[in-house]
């Protein structure tokens, strides 16, 4: 692991969180892959190392915030300070606010908005010192152009984006870069602009932003 970098994705799935888990696994970074299912989990950590990408999992539950400290202290503990941070984790599915029951919409608000502030809160501290570190956002259309049949993820997207704007204005003066990517369509393997590959290109374009932060791209 010595000069690597250390990513670390929260909500790790076979579309975006393998592509990102890609592209930065063989620009150097070592992939720490946080989620929920252990079998999936097991599945990505193989794929990967077949394609020589180093990648650890760590099994964490994004709706629960104590779930999200303790699996980030130990990335830290057993691989080193996060210098990327990722949040993926989304709940989604078709809700209508006319009839979603209120413990849902507040689970769904767990994985969809807070789960990202929390694990902000519990890597910052270290990038702050450190005077670097990158914390990003997977965002979504519903953020700014609505839809009822998607009224709990819509929310939620509105939320993050909020989330990342003020994070990002806390952080910046630090020298630590919050940002999101809003991703304007559904993601689908075989779409030319909205599939995983495409999608984590964007993420390394603010990768590579040594100056003039940008807060948000929108896809």
Same mark, same amino acid.
């Given at each position: 692991?010595?000069?690597?970098?250390?990513?670390?994705? @929260?909500?790790?799935?076979?579309? !975006?969180?393998?592509?990102?888990?890609?592209?930065?696994?063989?620009?150097?970074?070592?992939?720490?892959?946080?989620?929920?299912?252990?079998?999936?989990?097991?599945?990505?950590?193989?794929?990967?190392?077949?394609?020589?990408?180093?990648?650890?999992?760590? *099994?964490?539950? #994004?709706? !629960? #915030?104590?779930?999200?400290?303790?699996?980030?202290?130990?990335?830290?503990?057993? *691989?080193?300070?996060?210098?990327?941070?990722?949040? !993926? =984790?989304? =709940?989604?599915?078709?809700?209508?606010?006319?009839? @979603?029951?209120?413990?849902?919409?507040?689970?769904?608000?767990?994985? !969809?908005?807070?789960?990202?502030?929390?694990?902000?809160?519990?890597?910052?501290?270290?990038?702050?010192?450190?005077? #670097?570190?990158?914390?990003? %956002?997977?965002g979504g259309g519903l953020s700014l152009n609505p839809n009822f049949q998607y009224g709990s993820l819509g929310i939620g997207k509105a939320g993050l984006r909020n989330a990342a704007y003020c994070l990002h204005q806390?952080?910046?003066?630090?020298?630590?870069?919050?940002?999101?990517?809003?991703?304007?369509? %559904? @993601?689908?393997?075989?779409?030319?602009?909205?599939?995983?590959?495409?999608?984590?290109?964007?993420?390394?374009?603010?990768?590579?932003?040594?100056?003039?932060?940008?807060?948000?791209?929108?896809?």
């Amino acid at each position: 692991m010595e000069n690597k970098k250390i990513l670390t994705i @929260i909500g790790m799935g076979d579309k !975006n969180g393998l592509a990102l888990a890609r592209k930065f696994g063989k620009n150097n970074f070592v992939v720490a892959m946080l989620a929920r299912s252990e079998d999936k989990l097991e599945s990505f950590q193989k794929q990967l190392n077949s394609e020589g990408i180093e990648g650890y999992y760590f *099994l964490t539950d #994004a709706a !629960n #915030a104590d779930s999200i400290r303790s699996g980030l202290r130990y990335v830290r503990g057993s *691989l080193g300070d996060t210098d990327v941070l990722i949040y !993926n =984790a989304a =709940a989604i599915g078709s809700t209508h606010l006319s009839e @979603i029951q209120v413990d849902k919409l507040v689970d769904d608000f767990r994985v !969809n908005v807070v789960g990202a502030i929390v694990a902000a809160q519990e890597v910052l501290p270290a990038m702050q010192d450190n005077k #670097a570190g990158k914390i990003f %956002f997977t965002g979504g259309g519903l953020s700014l152009n609505p839809n009822f049949q998607y009224g709990s993820l819509g929310i939620g997207k509105a939320g993050l984006r909020n989330a990342a704007y003020c994070l990002h204005q806390e952080a910046r003066a630090k020298g630590v870069h919050v940002a999101t990517v809003t991703i304007r369509g %559904f @993601i689908q393997e075989e779409d030319e602009k909205y599939n995983p590959a495409a999608i984590a290109e964007q993420f390394w374009q603010l990768y590579e932003q040594r100056e003039d932060f940008s807060i948000e791209i929108e896809y």
